[in-house]
């Protein structure tokens, strides 16, 4: 080979490497910046939700008193109606508030919230639960022993007991 092709060569291949390089870059930098628009899509669902349900506690608050052309117990019956559903709402968006308070602080985003919930996050801190659905082996047997026992008692006052045994966290009202 002579020494011009050889160096032909030579520069066909940086042309080609620094070429696939730049296509790995510019792939790379178009992934980040769509990585980055993810996180503000996100913080603002998060704003957007916490926003939502400020308002749904208000409107539900409001509906309250909407009703003045029934008897006296129905509006007392859908005071008390509206009242629940506000403090659920209400409830809802405080939960969420102290879940991703201390996401957005680690990740030193913006939080855009009314001030009440920023409070109730840093004075409610989120704390996690061990998995309801993890059981040791003798629990599956001793459950299974006992409903094989109770499945002869229709009349158990136990009530109904799930697979999984999570039957005390199935109420959303707690």
Known sequence: MSPSCSNKFSLFFVLITSLGMRVEWAKTHARANRWQEEVLLVQEEMR???????????????????????????????????????????HLAETFAALWYPTLLEANLRIEWPHHYISYAQ??????????????????????????????????SDGYDSAEGDDDDVSPYR
């Not at 400020?54 to 409001?62: L, M, Q, Y």
Request: charged share 25%.
């Open 123 to 156: 004075a409610h801190p989120p704390t996690f639960r061990a998995s309801r659905h993890r059981a040791t082996t003798q629990t599956v047997v001793r459950n299974t022993r006992d409903s094989e026992s109770e499945s002869s008692d229709e009349g158990s």
């Open 48 to 90: 957007r939700v916490i926003a939502f349900l400020d308002w749904k506690a208000t409107w539900w608050h409001s509906q309250g008193r909407r009703h003045s052309d029934v008897r006296d117990d129905i509006k007392a019956g859908l005071a008390a109606y509206a009242a629940r559903q506000s403090h659920l709402m209400q």
